[in-house]
C-alpha cells in the first residue's frame, strides 16, 4: 500500500489539478455590494490534502463553489485539469463537473426516497452508465468506507456519519479529478468527525486522491497537508500542517495569524 502511495505521489508531481488566477466573486445584498473574494490565486497540484479554513464570511464556501463550477467569479479564472470553467456551456459544465468533481456536503444532500446504493450510483445513472470505475472496484472502495451493510437502507434510517460516507461513495463513483468537501463534518459528533478525517486521509495517502475541503475546525483541517487561511475574502497564510504537532498548535497559529491581520488593519 506504501509502494503504490509512493508511485502516486511521483506519477503526480508537478501536475495541477486546480488553479485561479485573480479569482474575484462580488454579489449583492440589498444595496449594499459584497466582496466574498478578491483577487485569489491558488493552486492545488494533482495528489495534495488541501483544506481551507477562516470565519464565517471569510470566502472558503464561495472559493470550493467556484473551483466546483456551482457559481462561476465576477472576475478572473478557475481552471480544473486545465479546462477553463468559466468558457463552457451550462451543458459541458454540468457534464464536467459529474465526470471531475466529486462534491461533498454538510448536510449530506442524500435523496430520502433512493436506497443508500441508488445514491452512490445515481452519478453514473445520470451520465448514462457510463464509468471508468468496474465493479469490482466500487466494491472495494464501499468496504474501504464500511457501508457495505447500509446499501439497501434509505438515508432517514442511517446515522449522520453513515450518510455521509454515502455521500462520499457517491462523490467518488465518477473516479472525479478532484474530491470537494464543504464542511463535511459540520454535523457530525467528534468521534464520526474523525472517522470521516480519516477516511479523506487514506484516500489521499493510499490512493493519491485530490482533495479540497472547507472546515473552520483545526481538529479536521490538521489531516490535511496543506492550510489555506482566509480572511476577508483574501488570502492570509499558506502552511503545511507537517509543522504542527496537533491541533491545538494549529489553532494557536491559526488564531495569530488572524489576530495580526486585524491588528494591521487597525493601524
Known sequence: MEKDTENNQMDNTGKT????????????????????????DLTIKKGEFIAVMGASGSGKSTLLHLIAGLILPSSGAVEVEGEDLSRMSDRKLTIFRRRKIGLVFQNFNLIPHLTAEENILLPICADGGKIKNSEEKRRILWKQLEIEDQLGQYPDTLSGGQQQRIALARALSMDPAI????????????????????????????????????????????????????????????????AFRDAHELASKYQEIVSSAKSSENE
Open 17 to 40: 489539478a486546480v488553479k485561479t488566477s485573480g479569482l474575484v466573486r462580488t454579489f449583492t445584498q440589498g444595496k449594499n455590494r459584497i466582496t466574498a473574494l478578491s483577487g485569489v
Open 179 to 242: 474530491l470537494l468537501a464543504d464542511e463535511p463534518t459540520g454535523n457530525l459528533d467528534s468521534v464520526s468527525s474523525q472517522n470521516i478525517c480519516r477516511i479523506l486521509n487514506d484516500l489521499n495517502r493510499n490512493e493519491g486522491r485530490t482533495i479540497a475541503l472547507v472546515s473552520h475546525e483545526p481538529s479536521v483541517a490538521i489531516w490535511a497537508r496543506r492550510i489555506i487561511i482566509l480572511s476577508d475574502g483574501g488570502i492570509l497564510a499558506d502552511l503545511q500542517t507537517d
